[in-house]
């Protein structure tokens, strides 16, 4: 079987495990406070245009949202996000296991707006019992979106000026940063990312790294003590310098979005050859995750062959699928899988 359910099905880049084995038998100090960790640190905080003090590693996705949100929230505040947001719909509670409620609001296409986070916001101060309520305390979202939609410049600047009126410190869930910013068309950039938002985390587990998510605290104000949070959600990898080795080695030559592209080239065949056949898609992506629409039998016929997800219902007999590319894709794999979507 061929696998496109997700885009973390391999290990790490070559370039990744050569340099783990290489640096095995160094002597390092722990919990991040190590040589390998300060120069990721150094090349990240180059890439952002930030202080390298704002960047922590991290080991998971799911760690570092519940993490951040927690070191930004006070106990009675919760976070707006998109209804369709990873928080929301993929991470088991834990945001809410730390006491904060996830203020989930409908979107269209999963992209929250600026209006919309100004009326979240309005509603709860101007109801005279808000004090009995969950306070909006900060504002979650993420780029790509779980439906693979990229937010423009213009739209990030909004929010990024809204949430700044508003007092909401902006968070973006960076997992599958690398493939928002190397989508063709895409005109946010990583220092825009960084300029644009209170504190955002580059993913490495989806793209190209073993395991571990660089988290950037933009805003200075929200950097105090954020060590401390870290231990508190275990979140603190006393072999730490694993995680520097890994950014070190994705950001020292570009490397980080030369894969990125990789999966976007993949992704953008597997686009075209759907659309060709006259396949419709449930969500406009970009990126590396593609959505199409398919009958029950066109599912069947894929699947003696291929391994997908499945993503919604649409009607009585198709569904919305996920085909997910990586920095890994084989090209012979991306070919076999184009072959046969011509025979649908």
């Known amino acids: 079987m061929i696998h496109f359910e997700c885009d973390y099905l391999e290990g790490a880049h070559p370039k990744i495990m050569a340099r783990m084995m290489e640096t095995n038998l160094e002597q390092n100090g722990g919990y991040g406070e190590d040589l390998h960790c300060a120069r990721a640190r150094d090349l990240i905080a180059a890439a952002c245009g930030v202080e390298a003090e704002a960047i922590h590693f991290l080991v998971g996705g799911t760690q570092a949202n519940a993490t951040v949100i927690d070191a930004v ?9 998109p209804a369709t947001g990873h928080i929301n719909v993929h991470e088991s509670g834990a ?13 269209e296409g999963g992209k929250l707006n600026a209006a919309q986070v100004r009326a979240c916001h309005g509603a709860h101060w101007n109801d005279a019992t808000h004090e009995h309520m969950v306070q909006p305390g900060m504002v979650y979202i993420s ?26 410190p902006l968070f973006l869930d960076g997992a599958r940063l690398g493939y928002g910013l190397a989508a063709y068309g895409a005109d946010v950039t990583l220092k825009d990312v960084a300029a644009l938002t209170d504190v955002f985390y580059i993913g490495g587990t989806k793209v190209g790294a073993l395991f571990g998510e660089a988290v950037v605290i933009s805003n200075p104000a929200l950097r105090r003590d954020f060590r401390y949070m870290m231990k508190r959600h275990g979140a603190m990898l006393a072999k730490g310098r694993l995680l520097g080795i890994q950014f070190e080695t994705l950001f020292e030559d570009g490397l980080y979005f030369d894969i990125s592209r990789h999966a976007i080239d993949m992704a953008m065949r597997l686009k075209d050859a759907f659309a060709a056949r006259g396949i419709a898609f449930f969500a406009e992506s970009a990126t590396n995750q593609q959505f199409p629409i398919l009958t029950r039998a066109q599912q069947a016929y894929l699947a003696e062959k291929y391994v997908f997800a499945h993503w919604a219902n649409v009607d009585d007999g198709r569904d919305a699928v996920r085909f997910c590319t990586s920095w890994a894709t084989n090209e012979a794999n991306v070919a076999a899988l184009i072959e046969d979507i011509k025979t649908l």
């Open 73 to 81: 929230l006070r106990p009675w505040q919760g976070v707006v996000c």
């Open 95 to 107: 945001v809410e296991a730390a006491g904060h409620k996830v203020l989930a609001l409908p979107c």
């Open 143 to 168: 780029h790509p979106t779980e439906n693979g939609e990229l937010y423009t410049r213009a739209e990030l600047e909004a929010l990024h000026e809204t949430c700044r009126a508003l007092g909401l």
